[in-house]
């Protein structure tokens, strides 16, 4: 690689890791606040607040590695217009499509990433965290066992413990159930155990009584019993179910989905298969985000008062890029041959970088002005 490909080169990915790094940083500690709030409240540990966290990186890389992309391209190329870099090499005869050429090695290299992300890292991280959260959702002492408080398992449904024996055993117990439209069913107990069944975690209560209020007439009836097995699994596993969504699957079984993928996942086949070739086509658009940031900057040449118009101009054929996307995305899934919609907003971003560049490297025509 030629000298000036090479500096060029690593001028634009060491910006880009300083920029994905501090981009990644903000995005993911805004999310993580929120997380660590809901975590916090459930009675999590801080070791499941990072395991979780931690399984959220590889989504939020995806989501910033465009933009870090874009964002040192256009870094890059202004610092070296304004330095008279890029001027010099115009000098030597370098055309705008042959100083381009690092910036497209930069490009791919970016689409190597977030094709690793996309089709390997992404799916996996979302998989493992959906199994996490079900088997958090399943750990009653995490999120129920506090003696002293009024916890909320399901709506209509409160709990509430007096005391937890170090030998856990719970004593005193109180549990109403409101799930029901016609009555409302209230438990009290001395002690309480918990145990795990086939179908999920169970109350054993002892020496207590039920109080049940029909809600229509307004009747209460009582029955004491000696002991009484109350069922939580219906409770603890409801916000979570055994099914993947899309995000989850592979490529490979977007692509090629068979029944089973197709009612796991409850989405039409045009739907898979736009999934999969966005992902396909994500690696594509960086490049040419990447691309666009150098071509909009090279249209103005040098100039003392700076570059800002041709660094709006990019903005905004990245905010165009994006509607695109998003447009694509919403009508995609909606016709059997949507799958091609995800391919038009890379294209069009190379389109117009490819223009730009043919743009910047014309001849121009000298002014009556310079001439007199």
Known sequence: MPRFDRYLLSQLLSHFGFFALVLVG????NRAVTL???????????????????LTL?????????????????????????????VVMQATGFSAFRMARPVLFFGIVVALMMAALVHFLV???????????????????ARFLTDGQFTHP???VTFYINQIDPNGQLRDIFL????????VTTFTARKALFVRGDSGPKLIMFDGMAQTLDRATQRLSTTRFADFTYDLGALLTRSVGPRRAMQEMSTPEL??????????????????????HHRLAEPVLSVAVAVIGFAALLLGGFSRLG????IGIAIGLLVILQGTTTVSAQMGPLVVQGWALAYIAPLLGLAMAGTMLWWAGRPRSIGKAALS
Do not use: H
């Open 26 to 29: 903000v995005y993911w500690i």
């Open 36 to 54: 660590f709030d809901q975590l916090m409240s459930d009675g999590q540990s801080l070791l499941v607040f990072v395991q979780i966290s931690v």
């Open 58 to 86: 590889p989504n939020v890389i995806k989501l910033v590695l465009p933009v870090a992309a874009f964002v040192a391209s256009v870094y890059v190329s202004n610092k070296l217009i304004a330095e008279s870099e890029l």
């Open 123 to 141: 799916p996996m991280s979302r998989t493992t965290m959906i199994a996490q959260r079900a088997a958090l959702s399943e750990n009653i002492t």
């Open 154 to 156: 399901s709506k209509q």
């Open 176 to 183: 109403e159930d409101g799930r029901r439209t016609d009555e």
């Open 255 to 276: 692509l090629w989905p068979t029944e089973g993928v197709l009612t796991e996942s409850r989405a039409s086949p045009a739907a898979l298969l736009y999934e999969a």
């Open 307 to 310: 570059l800002w118009r041709q």
